[in-house]
C-alpha cells in the first residue's frame, strides 16, 4: 500500500498581486486606496503613484474579481491586477 501526498494545497501559501490604478496620484488616493485593499485583508507591499503590490495567504484569497469591484465601488478604475504565488 502506497502513501500518496495530499495535493499542494497549502493555505499558507503567499499570493501576490500587482495593480495597475491609473487614477491612483497623489497622498489622498493612495490613503484611499490602501484602506480598500486592507479591508479586503490584503497585505500592502508597495504602493505608489499608478500601482500597488499586495499580498495574501491564498486560504484568505479575496481574488481579482473582488478586489476589482471593491475598488470600483471607491471610485478607482483599475486597468489591469496581474497575479505571482511567491
Known amino acids: 500500500m502506497t502513501h ?3 495535493p499542494d494545497n497549502n493555505p499558507t501559501q503567499l499570493l501576490r ?5 491609473p487614477s491612483l496620484t497623489d497622498a ?3 490613503g ?3 484602506q480598500v485593499l486592507m479591508g479586503l485583508g490584503l497585505l500592502v507591499d508597495r504602493i505608489e503613484s499608478g500601482e500597488a503590490e499586495v499580498a495574501v ?3 484568505q484569497d479575496p481574488g481579482r474579481e473582488t ?3 471593491a475598488l470600483q465601488a471607491a471610485g478607482f478604475a483599475v486597468q489591469d491586477i496581474t497575479a505571482e504565488s511567491s
Open 4 to 6: 500518496t501526498p495530499p
Open 17 to 21: 498581486y500587482r495593480l495597475q490604478i
Open 28 to 30: 489622498d488616493s493612495i
Open 32 to 34: 484611499q486606496v490602501r
Open 57 to 59: 495567504a491564498s486560504a
Open 67 to 69: 478586489m476589482q469591484q
